[in-house]
């Protein structure tokens, strides 16, 4: 693994948020949400957007300081003037005032594909490599948080999990890490459910990896109709008969809706079916099955999207750097209403963004894979790095 290039290192902390997200950006965005200001604020609401920014960033820092960080910069130079660090309740009531839909839509504008055709693993064949997945949020254990997000079992009979939680469904661009789209709800909203809204960002040239429990008519026809070719997993009690065997030893075969007038409406697949080398030379009988749109198997090898496949796994590395890395180990997110968790979880994808997109500028100055640079370095040399461009970002 490397570090980030002392070439962009000016990038770093909020210049690196400015840069991705400059204050433009953000006031139309603001504006657009209606939350512009009608007079002069303490805390205006572009700051409090990039405070926001900054509580991801620093997570799991408190308030207070997350704000000394975001104006260090000014304060050094005398630029400060007349403000001041407001008191934690005014930030409260700021964060209420601007509500999570400037994130939201702030995230939905810039969330788009990085990766070029030149960036390793992102492509396969002149296809953009995407993945689909789900994972949970812990946050605070409050009775608005538990009625809007539900907290699931234990596992132990009647037993109730320790905190409430935020179930989110994400699309990810393989080859960058960057999460495209995602989709919030309780807890008690399956993945697949979740996981159905996400075509909207899904087009022609895209390939899109899913595991098995994703696997059903409606939601493969929801795909597909967008243009975009599908590589997903096979549950084991799936029967997929042969209807014409192929050179490769892939076969095409159809699936059907399990109810409805569609269940009349074959959906024609190509199935894939392999098997470890450890599962191979230990006797398993039980492999692996995939079944693609790809349906040319000359123009698409059976045993390269059986290779291929393995990509999907990117997207828990992913939840890893958000949950994990950037967030903070077993951390719930703090705030204590339910549009409150909705504004932090927007605020680590919009941070997580931007990571991943200086880290892909740092890989492509080195000519290197960005699964070469660290994700941990960056996260800390941009912690380390807080830099404030006067005039840029003026509280």
């Known amino acids: 693994m490397v570090g980030v290039s002392a070439s962009v290192s000016e990038l770093s ?16 965005v603001v504006a657009a ?19 926001m920014l900054g509580l991801a960033l620093f997570s799991p820092a408190p308030y207070l300081e997350v704000v000394r960080h ?27 005032r601007l509500g999570s839909e400037p994130l939201r839509v702030l995230f939905t504008t810039t969330a788009k594909p990085m990766a070029t055709e030149t960036t390793p693993g992102a492509f396969w064949r002149g296809l953009r490599l995407l993945a689909v997945d789900g994972t949970c949020w812990d946050v605070a254990d409050t009775e608005a948080n538990e009625a809007a997000f539900g907290r699931p079992g234990n596992g132990r009979g009647t037993g109730r999990s320790a905190f409430v939680q935020v179930r989110m469904a994400a699309l990810v661009e393989v080859g960058s890490h960057a999460v495209l789209d995602a989709e919030l709800a309780g807890c008690r909203t399956g993945e697949v459910t979740l996981v159905g809204c996400l075509p909207r960002s899904c087009g022609p040239g895209h390939l899109v990896l899913a595991d098995r429990e994703f696997l059903g008519a409606p939601l493969w026809q929801a795909y597909a109709a967008t243009g975009a070719h599908l590589l997903w997993r096979v ?18 075969s159809c699936i059907h809706a399990s109810s409805g007038p569609a269940r009349h409406e074959p959906i024609e697949v190509r199935v894939l079916a392999y098997q470890l080398k450890d599962q191979a030379s230990e006797g398993a009988a039980d492999g692996y099955r995939l079944i693609t749109s790809l349906l040319d198997a000359r123009r698409y090898p059976a045993r390269q999207l059986a290779a291929l496949y393995s990509e999907r796994w990117e997207v828990e590395s992913v939840f890893a750097e958000i949950k ?21 979880i927007w605020a680590h994808l919009l941070v997580h963004h931007a990571l991943r997109e200086l880290m892909l500028r740092t890989a492509a100055t080195r000519d290197l894979d960005p699964d070469r640079v660290s994700f941990t370095e960056t996260l800390r040399s941009a912690r380390r790095s807080v830099t404030v461009t006067p005039g840029s970002f003026s509280p």
């Not at 949400?33 to 409090?48: I, S, W, Y």
């Open 324 to 344: 994990t890395h950037q967030r903070g180990a077993r951390v719930a997110l703090s705030s204590k209403t339910p549009d409150g968790v909705r504004q932090q």
């Open 235 to 252: 549950p084991a009690n799936r029967v997929l008969p042969v209807t014409k065997q192929l050179r490769d030893g892939s076969w095409l």
């Open 33 to 51: 949400c209606g939350r512009a200001e009608q007079r002069k604020r303490l805390l205006p609401a572009r700051l409090v957007v990039y405070f």
């Open 70 to 96: 975001l104006v260090e910069g000014l304060r050094g130079m005398g630029l400060l003037g007349d403000w001041h660090v407001p008191a934690k309740s005014s930030l409260f009531r700021a964060r209420q």
């Open 13 to 28: 902390g909020l210049g690196l948020l400015t840069w991705v997200y400059p204050p433009g950006l953000v006031d139309r």
